[in-house]
C-alpha cells in the first residue's frame, strides 16, 4: 500500500486533506503508520498491507473525512474501484444514515469496535447485504480514519415499497428477514429495546401479520 500524504495528490489529481485537528506540515502517511503499528503488534516480520491485499476477506481503510483511501481486491469484486470516493457513496440510501452514525462514533472516540449489518451498492449498482466489523485507527490520542472488514455476506433484504412501512420500520423489518432478536435490533439501530418492540408491533399491524415469522413470510410473499 502507497503511503498517503496529506500534503501531495492522489492518483485522481485531487487534494488529499489533512487529518482535522493537525497542521498539514506535521501529517505524514496516516495510512502507512496505522499499518506499520498493526505490523508490530501482530505479525512482527509480514507487512499487513501485503497480506490484506492477497486475504480473501474484504478489507477497507477510510480515512477521518470519510474518504476511502484503500481497499483490498476482495472488497473491490464487491462495490468495484472506489478509492478517493466518500464511503457513503458505496452504502444503500436506506442504510446511510446510521453507517454516517457508527463512522463519527468512531471518528470522535465514542466507540471501539462495532459489528454491524449494512447494505452496500455494488460495482453493478446492486444491493448487496453484509455484515461488517470495524475499528477506529488511532495516531497518538487522535484518530485518523476507520479500518474494517466485511465478515459475512447474507442474504440481500427486499425493498418493500407495496408495505405501508416508515423507513425505520422497514430497517427493522429488515433486520427481522435477517434474524435478528429485538435486543439485536436496538443495539444495531441504537434504539431502546421499548422502541423496536413499538416497531414490530407497527410492523405486525401493517403487514397484517400475528407474528414476527409470519411478518417476515408475508413480506417475502409480497416481494
Do not use: C
Amino acid at each position: 500500500m502507497a503511503p498517503v500524504r496529506a500534503v501531495r495528490k492522489d492518483a485522481r489529481g485531487g487534494r488529499l486533506g489533512a487529518v482535522p485537528g493537525q497542521p498539514e506540515e506535521s501529517v505524514q502517511s496516516w495510512s502507512a503508520t496505522q499499518l506499520r503499528f498493526l505490523e508490530m503488534t501482530m505479525l512482527q516480520s509480514t507487512r499487513v498491507d501485503e497480506l490484506l491485499e492477497h486475504l480473501n476477506v474484504p478489507s477497507y481503510v477510510i480515512d477521518a473525512a470519510g474518504v476511502i483511501r484503500w481497499l483490498n481486491p476482495a472488497a473491490k469484486k464487491i462495490v468495484g474501484d472506489v478509492e478517493g470516493r466518500q464511503f457513503t457513496s458505496v452504502v444503500a440510501p436506506d442504510h446511510t444514515r446510521r453507517a454516517r452514525d457508527l463512522f463519527a462514533r468512531k471518528v470522535v472516540g465514542a466507540a471501539t469496535v462495532t459489528d454491524a449489518g449494512f447494505v452496500l451498492v455494488d460495482s453493478t449498482g446492486g444491493r448487496v447485504a453484509v455484515e461488517i466489523s470495524s475499528v477506529p485507527l488511532r495516531r497518538g490520542e487522535h484518530v485518523v480514519g476507520v479500518f474494517g472488514q466485511v465478515t459475512d455476506l447474507v442474504e440481500t433484504p427486499h425493498a418493500h415499497p407495496e408495505l405501508p412501512l416508515t423507513p425505520r420500520q422497514a430497517e427493522v423489518l429488515d433486520l427481522l428477514e435477517r434474524g435478528r432478536t429485538t435486543r439485536q435490533i436496538a443495539a444495531e439501530l441504537h434504539l431502546s429495546i421499548d422502541t423496536v418492540r413499538n416497531h414490530v408491533r407497527h410492523i405486525l399491524h401493517a403487514v397484517g401479520a400475528h407474528s414476527r415469522l409470519e411478518a417476515v413470510a408475508i413480506a417475502h410473499g409480497a416481494h
